[in-house]
């Protein structure tokens, strides 16, 4: 008994939670940009709820004006005036409304502020059709009937939290309840409309509060998955993209279907297992991470893609970049690498760190294979190492400055 009591409390204060907004506020405080987003999302989503619902509602109340001016009576005159005010304001006023909101949803700088004021204005003008219809309803001593259809259109349609749905429902009560004791409603009605006023704030609270939580919860998740694929394409020493990420890049290049000239930039250490061999691991990683920077700083934003491929290897990849170009820039990354004078040995032989570079392009034509652009800079990088090192080498030709 005493488990199911700790359930039922835990749960009691669960809903609590969603009903204050307290379960938003503590999402938003674990990830404060989502406020923003969810500012949006809520502003959209209302936004086509209200529209979608506009249309039927719309053509709904046109047809039902028709009937009723058709079969309007004398006998019946009050009632029938009532109703057809009450589907005027609908197809009038609704519509209106309705236009308003697709006319600033539709724009490229939504004003979030005016898009929530215009909905609340939509179902305040939808509250006031509803209390005309209720009255005609009244006059009929019919009860409650259709109050009872707009509280479920209500909880279905907007998301509202609590201060919204109080607002726009006990105008609409209040009316409810003294038309229902002047026009002699039983006490019973009364009730069952207060009943289901209550359920309707509690429901369309926690729809509201889910949504918001699972629009967050999602952003997070998202975010997260993002952050993981990104740890996973990334190169943990250099900070760089790894292969697979390199991969996925070149593969999105290929999808977009960019046909301009493509190049690759293929480099190695020189004589890097021998460098290591007289240094520590630490070592050898410091100069793979100098390396690394000296490559970001060279390149700026002549690359679109820097990778290290493995062990001592790095690729980058250029668009848009003239043969000329392209020779001047490997020879730039070349000489900026010996210019950082890195001590090869720990002697005072005068040894520094250096590169081979080997480049290939595609100048015309789809680029539609990375593997061959990448195979032809990792041929050009074997003729380099054979002619010499600290060299470039493409189209099978060694450059080196004098």
């Known amino acids: 008994m005493s488990g199911l009591l700790k359930i039922l409390k835990s749960v009691a204060e669960e809903y609590g939670k969603h009903l204050n907004g307290s379960k938003i506020r503590e999402f938003e405080a674990e990830d404060p940009l989502s406020a923003s987003l969810l500012k949006q999302n809520l502003c959209s989503v209302n936004c086509r709820r209200v529209i979608f619902f506009t249309i039927p509602a719309v053509v709904i109340a046109l047809l039902f004006s028709i009937v009723t001016i058709i079969n309007m009576s004398k006998d019946d005159i009050k009632q029938s005036v009532l109703c057809l005010a009450g589907l005027l304001v609908i197809f009038f006023g609704c519509g209106s409304a309705a236009v308003l909101l697709y006319r600033e949803y539709k724009k490229?700088?939504?004003?979030?502020?005016?898009?929530?004021?215009?909905?609340l204005v939509y179902w305040s003008v939808f509250s006031l059709a509803l209390v005309l219809i209720t009255a005609a309803d009244f006059s009929c001593n019919m009860f409650s009937y259709r109050f009872y259809l707009y509280l479920s259109i209500m909880t279905v349609f907007p998301l509202l939290n609590v201060k919204s749905s109080v607002l726009i429902i006990t105008p609409f009560l209040a009316f409810l309840l003294v038309s229902g004791l002047i026009f002699g409603a039983d006490y019973y009605t009364l009730f069952l409309a207060v009943v289901f006023s209550l359920v309707y704030v509690l429901i369309s609270a926690l729809v509201y509060s889910s949504h918001c939580c699972l629009v967050i919860s999602d952003r997070k998740l998202n975010t997260a998955n993002e952050r993981c694929r990104q740890m996973d394409e990334?190169?943990?020493?250099?900070?760089?993209?790894?292969?697979?990420?390199?991969?996925?890049?070149?593969?999105?290049?290929?999808d977009r279907g960019i046909d301009n000239n493509i190049a690759a930039v293929f480099f190695d250490i020189d004589n890097f297992r021998e460098y290591n061999h007289g240094h520590t691991d630490s070592e050898g990683d410091q100069c793979l991470y100098n390396i690394c920077n000296c490559v970001r700083i060279t390149a700026k934003s002549k690359t679109d893609i820097v990778s290290r491929y493995g062990g001592d290897e790095f690729v980058l990849i250029l668009q848009d970049t003239k043969e000329y170009d392209l020779i001047y820039f490997a020879e730039q990354l070349r000489s900026s690498?010996?210019?950082?004078?890195?001590?090869?040995?720990?002697?005072?032989?005068?040894?520094v760190v250096t590169v081979s570079v080997g480049v290939s392009s595609i100048a015309e034509g789809e680029?539609?294979?990375?593997?061959?652009?990448?195979?032809?800079?990792?041929?050009?990088?074997?003729?380099?190492?054979?002619?010499?090192?600290?060299?470039?080498?493409?189209?099978?030709?060694v450059f080196r400055v004098k």
């Open 367 to 397: 680029f539609n294979d990375y593997s061959k652009l990448l195979k032809e800079a990792e041929d050009s990088l074997s003729l380099a190492k054979s002619g010499g090192r600290n060299c470039v080498g493409y189209m099978g030709n």
């Open 234 to 254: 990334k190169d943990s020493l250099t900070g760089l993209l790894n292969k697979k990420g390199l991969t996925r890049r070149l593969t999105d290049i290929i």
């Open 108 to 119: 490229k700088r939504t004003d979030l502020k005016r898009i929530r004021q215009l909905v």
């Open 337 to 351: 690498v010996e210019r950082m004078a890195l001590p090869f040995t720990d002697g005072k032989d005068g040894r």
